[in-house]
């Protein structure tokens, strides 16, 4: 009789990284994820910021959307889950995503005519944290 071992795959989870951060932990996770140094990820940001602002929207939209290294929801899962005992944050959720889907899609040099979407998204962000 052989003897049947079965191995559990390791299901890795794109999450911020608690111990590897410099803002919120997004270039940290996304390089245990890669397995990349998170100063890829940094640089990359860094850059798409500067020729348009879409790195600083990308890292604001990965924010709300990958957990917290151990903890099992984001934190645009949380405000959803939570949305009929505290509806402002998602009325701050809706308006950052909204404002993050406009500025990426009208990406251009800094500032730009249509800077008042990025107070949107702060406005946005300032109720989903509030």
Same mark, same amino acid.
């Given at each position: 009789m052989s003897e049947? *071992? +079965?191995? +559990?795959?390791? *299901?890795r989870r794109l999450e911020r990284s608690s111990s590897d951060r410099i803002l919120a932990g997004v270039s940290?996770? /996304?390089g245990r994820y890669f397995d990349l140094s998170p100063a890829v990820f940094r640089v990359g940001?860094?850059? /798409?910021t500067v020729l348009g602002g879409a790195g600083l929207l990308v890292y604001l939209a990965a924010v709300l959307i990958m957990p917290e290294e151990g903890k099992e929801r984001? !934190? %645009?899962?949380?405000? !959803?889950a939570e949305r009929s005992s505290?509806?402002?944050p998602l009325v701050g !959720? %809706?308006? @950052?995503?909204? @404002? /993050?889907?406009? !500025?990426l899609s009208h990406a251009t040099l800094w500032p730009a005519a249509g800077a008042g979407w990025f107070v949107i998204l702060l406005v946005g962000l300032a109720l989903l944290w509030a």
């Open positions: 049947h *071992i +079965t191995h +559990t795959p390791h *299901i940290g996770g /996304l940001f860094v850059v /798409l984001s !934190l %645009a899962e949380q405000v !959803l505290r509806p402002w !959720l %809706a308006l @950052a995503g909204f @404002a /993050l889907v406009v !500025l």
